[in-house]
């Protein structure tokens, strides 16, 4: 089992910055990946970002140049630096942790106003 717990979110001018952070924790062997999907009202949910163990570092296209993911091995963290960000990245974020399983935290909102 690995708990997942977010924080970071909140309001930001159009411009403006956030740092999302996730710390895991439980009893686990490894993690494959860590990442950040988002969703936003009426919207499925979609990968935003991912760091694979020994991976590649995977990001969404409307994201790319604008968001930075960071990972911690020895802590089981992630971070998610956004930039420049714009209204539509409005959404709840979600971090997931891959084991032989994903699990989810519980997300953040994040809002960007114009």
């Known amino acids: 089992q690995v708990q997942l717990v977010e924080s970071g979110g909140g309001l930001v001018q159009a411009g403006g910055s956030l740092r999302l952070s996730c710390a895991a924790s439980?009893?686990?062997?490894?993690?494959?990946?860590m990442g950040w999907y988002r969703q936003a009202p009426g919207k499925r949910r979609d990968l935003v970002a991912e760091?694979?163990?020994?991976?590649?570092?995977t990001y969404a296209e409307s994201v790319k140049g604008r968001f930075t993911i960071s990972r911690d091995n020895a802590k089981n963290t992630v971070d998610l630096q956004m930039n420049s960000l714009k209204p539509e990245d409005t959404a709840v974020y979600y971090c997931?942790?891959?084991?032989?399983?994903?699990?989810w935290g519980r997300g953040t909102q994040v809002t960007v106003s114009s």
């Open positions: 439980g009893s686990f062997s490894s993690i494959n990946a």
């Open positions: 760091v694979t163990t020994g991976g590649p570092t």
């Open positions: 997931y942790a891959v084991t032989n399983y994903y699990y």
